[in-house]
C-alpha cells in the first residue's frame, strides 16, 4: 500500500477515508450477500450496484437502500475506493481489469481470478504498478480456525508439516477443479507456500477419451468426473486433491486436511476445525473439536460460530490492506494466480488430454454461454473491449 510519504500532497484524511466508497458489480445471492457485510461495516459506504438485468438490480438495491446501475462503467464513474466484482466467472478478468486500469480502484473479485495464467498474472501485476489490493474471494482463507490451524503448525503442536490432502465436494471432477478448488488450494498454500509443479495427474474410472461436460454458472466446458493430483511446493511438502464425482455433492465430503507429525488437522469439514492424532498405518481415532476462543473467534460483536461464512474476516483484512496495515492478505491475487497456473498446469500436464486437442484440454470461457444466461447479457458486457485500453 502506498505510504504517508507517497501521499504527502494529500491530507491523512483524503489519503485514508472515515468511508470507503464500495461499488458492487453483480446483483445475485453472492454479490448482494457480500455487499450487506461491506454494509453494515462503520468504515464502509456501498454506493451502487450494477447487473445487465434492470428488473433484479433495481430491486436488490432498494433491498440494500443503495442505488442501480445497469452499466458498470457509470458505476465506476462514481469514483469508488473498492469495487467488488461478484459477477459470472467469464466477467471477472475483464470487469477487474476495468476497475483496476480505468477506475483505479482496489478490488475484490469471486474466485476464480481469471480464466487463464496470463489474464491472472496480468491482474496481478498491473495492481501491482498501481499500488492497488487485489483480493479474491477465498474468505475461508481469512477465518478463526484457518488462523489457529496455523499457530497451531507455527508452535510446533502438530509436528513437522508432511503433506496436505484435499478432498473435493463431489462435483464432477473438471468442474471443481476450477470451482472449489481455488478456496482449498489457496488455504492449503498459507500452510505449505506456493505450488511450484504440478507432478502427477490422473483421470479415474475413465475411458481413453476425455469426456467434456458442460458446468453451471458460465464455466464453460470441462472434461473429467474424477482426478487425482499431486503438486509440489516451494517448502517440499506436497499437496494432493481428490476431486471425485458423487452423487449428490455435499459440503460435508469437503476437507483440508494437514498432516503433521504429531496431529492431523482438518479444515473445512464442518466448517470448524478438528484434529485427531497423527499414526502410522490405518487411524480410527475420532476427530475432535479444536476449541477457539470467543475473543480469538469474534469480529465486530460477531461470533464465527453465528455466520462461518468468512466474508467479514476477508473485508477486515482487506480494509486493514487499504489502510498500510497488513503487508499480504491471505486472499491475495498473487497466491490466487498461483493456484490459476496450477490448476491449468494439471490440465495440461496430462497426455490424454493433450492429444484431445486444445479445446478440451482446458476450461473454454470464450464465445457462448450457457444460453439461459443469455437475458443477461453477460456476452453484451464482456464485449465492451474499449473498456480495457487494448486487446481483452
Known sequence: MK??????????????????????????????????????????????????????????????????FTDPVALLAEHAH??????????HYPLTLLALEAAQ???????????????????????????????????????????????????????????????????YG????????????????????????????????LTTVPQPAYAPYGFGVTVWPNLEIEMETVTGTPVRLHLQQRDPPSAGHMAVDIHGSKKVLRLYWKWWLHQRPQVDGPNDHPWQPVEIPKEDRTLHGIDFTHRQAGDDWLAEMMVQQLRGELLEHPASARRA????????????????????????????????????????????????????????
Request: glycine letters at 8%; one cysteine or more; aromatic letters at 6%.
Open 3 to 68: 505510504t504517508w510519504g507517497d501521499l504527502s500532497a494529500q491530507t491523512w484524511a483524503e489519503a485514508f477515508p472515515a468511508r470507503w466508497r464500495v461499488a458492487v458489480l453483480g446483483a445475485g445471492p453472492r454479490a448482494t450477500g457480500i455487499a450487506s457485510v461491506w454494509q453494515e461495516r462503520r468504515d464502509c459506504e456501498v454506493i451502487g450496484l450494477c447487473d445487465p438485468v434492470k428488473e433484479t438490480v433495481e430491486r436488490q438495491a432498494k433491498k440494500l437502500g443503495v442505488r442501480a
Open 82 to 91: 473498492v469495487v467488488i466484482n461478484a459477477t459470472r466467472s467469464p466477467l
Open 105 to 171: 480502484a482496489a478490488v475484490l473479485v469471486e474466485k476464480p481470478l481469471a480464466d487463464t495464467p496470463a489474464h491472472a498474472w496480468r491482474l496481478v501485476d498491473l495492481a501491482h504498478a498501481h499500488i492497488l489490493p487485489l483480493i479474491v474471494s477465498h474468505q475461508t482463507s481469512c477465518t478463526p480456525p484457518v488462523t489457529k490451524a496455523l499457530a497451531m503448525l507455527r508452535s510446533g503442536e502438530i509436528g513437522d508439516l508432511l503433506a496436505v490432502s484435499i478432498t473435493g465436494k463431489g462435483y
Open 174 to 205: 473438471g468442474y471443481e477443479l476450477f470451482n472449489m478448488t481455488p478456496h482449498y488450494l489457496n488455504v492449503a498454500m498459507l500452510f505449505t507456500g506456493d505450488v511450484t509443479r504440478v507432478r502427477d495427474v490422473t483421470g479415474r474410472e
Open 337 to 392: 494466480a498461483v493456484g490459476v497456473s496450477a490448476m491449468h498446469a494439471a490440465i495440461a500436464s496430462n497426455g490424454e488430454w493433450q492429444e484431445a486437442g486444445p479445446k478440451t484440454a482446458s476450461v473454454r470461457w470464450g464465445g457462448e454461454l450457457d444460453p439461459r444466461l443469455s437475458i443477461l447479457r453477460y456476452n453484451e458486457w464482456a464485449a465492451r473491449a474499449n473498456w480495457l485500453g487494448g486487446e481483452p
